[in-house]
């Protein structure tokens, strides 16, 4: 089944509500924003929503990694370091494989109102 574009940009604008309330020095997963919105095993979809933004937005899409702390929206960012580079100047600590610090670093995503 196909998902309607207006349904699409719906779930993107949610999406995009519940990335801005990501604190600074923070991250949180597709995964946990999946389930903030009431879709739960959508991860996949939150990213594409994500991704779908393009460039030039002021959205701390940065902040989203996945469940194990990978930096696997990095591509999205441009050159390569830049998405660790955002993080790291938010004071984000990262283990000696390249994951994020979860246990210090995660947040817990809230529905948007």
Not at 39 to 68: E, F, I, K, M, Y
Not at 77 to 98: I, R, Y
Request: glycine share 12%; net charge positive; with cysteine.
């Amino acid at each position: 089944m196909t998902e309607s574009v207006s349904s699409a940009k719906r779930f993107q604008q949610k999406v995009i509500a519940v990335v801005r309330t990501i604190p600074c020095g923070k991250v949180t997963t597709y995964g946990a924003i999946a389930l903030a919105l009431g879709a739960p095993r959508q991860a996949r979809r939150v990213g594409n929503a994500l991704a779908g933004l393009g460039t030039g937005h002021d959205v701390p899409a940065h902040r989203v990694v996945n469940r194990s702390g990978v930096l696997t929206g990095a591509h999205a960012f441009g050159p390569p370091g830049v998405m660790q580079a955002l993080l790291d100047a938010e004071g984000v600590h990262f283990l000696e494989d390249g994951r994020v610090d979860m246990a210090q670093h995660f947040w817990e995503p809230h529905s948007p109102s």
